[in-house]
């Protein structure tokens, strides 16, 4: 509710501001801790860094082999993003447009997938990964990513195609245009709102995913960011500026997307859920 | 030859069955085959190396009432949950009626809040790990002392009793800007037409926000508890790196144990009968909310 600004409003404001501090504190005492040398960090662990010291940050880049993270996470990411995209809504339009018993069983069977727990066929998949020669791959986490964030995908995109007249694409098939086409080139521009609440939401989950990474990729070459982070702390678990360092630098890319894109990811996790 | 299209539901013409097949077959080989191949295992002593196995009927799950280290991690993934989302759905509601407001800074704030729920739950829990350093002089024990507050210090992931609080506080700092933006998208639905005749009326705040803001609060409030409680439910990544389980058992949850059962033990057969107790508490949990959501659907 939209009030004007009165002294309770400032009250309010001061709370607010001080909640926020006290939010901010671990930020604040890891990126300190980043900033200074053994010594500083001994002596004045919650002081501002007196000189600031950058060493850490070329150590830990170097160490936890971060720029090589980074490439596999964004290829994994972006491939399996794409995926997604266009293998759910191709299957989200059909079933949002064909009114049969069987397409819309086949519906609730993908809703199945959003209440299974992936932990159940967690070691069933490994093994099958394993078979089909795909542990320590791009291939196999890609795969695993579609698969497994096909069903949420579906869900948003099938209610979004619900609430669109049928007309657009009608028109389009009369004028001589395939299914194809008239997908392409009329329904899936009208899909950019839901496709961008779909990028934001899988995006986010792929990026920072841990546990299947780590069992898929451990030791490859083939690490994200997450399990490389993972590796390093436990490598140097008592190098408090370095391991500071590290998750600095391993949180800035998604912190930097996350600040320019704020009101679009925002919108996105808040809206995504409700369909 | 003539194309016979068949109509679709809502008066347009139906897409052809090719579009939904690619979909439907990496969703089949990477979920529904192992998780109908998992939940048969629950009933073997599948060892994971190679296809021997043999059906033991229900030795699995009664192996498991008689595991204290499953029992406990059961009992600590149900203390988690209902903290998780009592705290987290909470401190949430409050920070969306605060930013909800003309106070200068609600913008930052949102973005304050919110900024750690797109960073990896590995991360955060390292920089958490710090704040709980167990030494006097550093993180949150250092904060403690510097305000004079020196006898409060704690082991807080050292001490067995206190740990599993400091792991669910790990959870709530990160996920309650999320419950927050879902509040606030529920906040920004309430007409404030109903709160000014309310005001000419003469309610107060609390009364405003009792009788008007929560009813309507309702769709947030059940999406934002169905979502932390599997949250909960499955929590694993924030446990193996802040605390691997300890100490002891202390702070094991469901998944943690059927992870170690699996790839620590080998014994796949019975971490699938852990999997599948809580698949079991999940889907329990994800149907309210599916049937929730699709009567939301049919209703809009």
Known sequence: MRTPYRPRTFVLELVMV???????????????LAFKDPGQIANAPLSPPNPPSVDSFGTAWQSASLGSALLNSTLITVTSVVALIVLGSLAAYFLARRASRLSYSLYILFLVGIILPFQLGMIPLYQLVNDLGLLGTYQGMILFYTGIQLPFTVFLYTGFIRSLPADYTNAALIDGASHLQAFRHVIFPLLRPITGTVLILNAVHIWNDFFTPLLYLGGSGRETVPVRIFAFVNEYTSDYGLVAAGLVLAALPILIIFLLLQRYVIRGFSSGLKG | MTTVRRMGGRGGIAPPWMFAVPALLVYALVMLYPSIVGAGSAFTDWSGVGEERSFVGLENFQQLLHDDQALGALRNTLLLTVAIVVVQNGLGLLLALGVHTTIKSRMVLRVIFFAPVVVSPVMVSFLWKYVYNPAPDAGLNAALGAVGLGALRQDWLGNPSLAIWSVAFTVIWQCAGYSMVIFLAGLEGVPPELHESAMVDGAGTVARFRHITWPLLAPAVTI?????????????????????????????????????????????????????????????????????????????
Do not use: C, H, W
């Open chain 1, 18 to 32: 001080a909640v926020a501090v006290a939010f901010l504190f671990p930020v604040y005492a890891l990126v300190t």
């Open chain 2, 224 to 300: 934002n508890v169905m979502l932390s409680t599997v949250g909960g439910l499955t929590l694993f990544t924030q446990i193996i790196a802040m605390t691997n389980g300890g100490p002891g058992y202390a702070t094991d949850t469901l998944s943690t144990v059927l992870y170690k059962q699996a790839f620590v033990f080998g014994k796949f057969g019975y971490s699938t009968a852990v999997a599948l107790v809580l698949a079991i508490f999940v889907a329990a949990v994800s149907f309210v909310q599916i049937g929730y959501l699709r009567k939301r659907e049919t209703a809009a």
